[in-house]
């Protein structure tokens, strides 16, 4: 199973009142008072005026990012990051193989990164997007990292995260059905999860 990104990720409250305006800038909440901002390439359009670019190169360490962050776009970023701090988080998996880059903007300049990784070889908390949610703010906890500490795990691609932010869903749900599921499997033989009226 694949897995893409692309976003602006920041304190709730700081990209509320960024985005209000905007007709394409969909939320999607994330735990530790963060949301995600899924970039898409109307969004990219209302933000700069132009349709993003794309660099089509094999990712790498110079070439961290599939979306072209031109002056337009970094000037957004950078004009948000006066009210905290603004990471953008890319990553694209497939068959097992793949890549993160992160950076992160405060007081007007990129303060972090761009990071890039496509190797794993180090530590977890040292992968791109790990590092940039440490930057972030967000705290460790009971889940395997950082990334799956907010819920970045949660859903698979921009389709995923709009529909997430549209449906004003939180990680909570998610959790929730899990919970229902399991709670399911562990029911005695023959005993349904619902009456028989509700199944079919």
Do not use: C
């Not at 007709?23 to 390439?41: F, G, I, S, Y």
């Not at 004009?79 to 007007?108: I, M």
């Amino acid at each position: 199973m694949g897995y893409e990104l692309s976003a602006v990720i920041a304190d709730a409250d700081l990209l509320r009142g960024q985005t209000a305006d905007l007709d394409h800038a969909v939320l999607a909440e994330l735990r530790q008072e963060m949301v995600l901002l899924p970039v898409t390439p109307l969004l990219v359009e209302e933000l700069t005026g132009h349709l993003p670019d794309f660099d089509n190169e094999a990712r790498s360490v110079d070439r961290p990012f599939h979306l072209v962050l031109g002056p337009g776009l970094t000037r957004v970023l950078a004009e948000w990051s006066h009210l905290g701090q603004v990471g953008y988080l890319e990553a694209g998996f497939s068959g097992g193989t793949g890549y993160q880059a992160a950076t992160v903007w405060l007081d007007g300049r990129m303060v972090w990164g761009p990071a890039f990784d496509d190797g794993f070889t180090a530590p977890r908390p040292d992968w791109p997007i790990n590092g940039a949610l440490n930057r972030l703010g967000v705290e460790p906890g009971p889940w395997i990292d950082l990334f799956a500490e907010v819920g970045l795990h949660l859903m698979s691609n921009t389709d995923g995260w709009l529909a997430h932010g549209r449906r004003g869903l939180t990680p909570d749900h998610y959790e929730e059905l899990a919970e229902e599921w399991e709670s399911r499997q562990n029911l005695p033989d023959g005993q349904q999860p619902y009456p028989s009226s509700h199944v079919g």
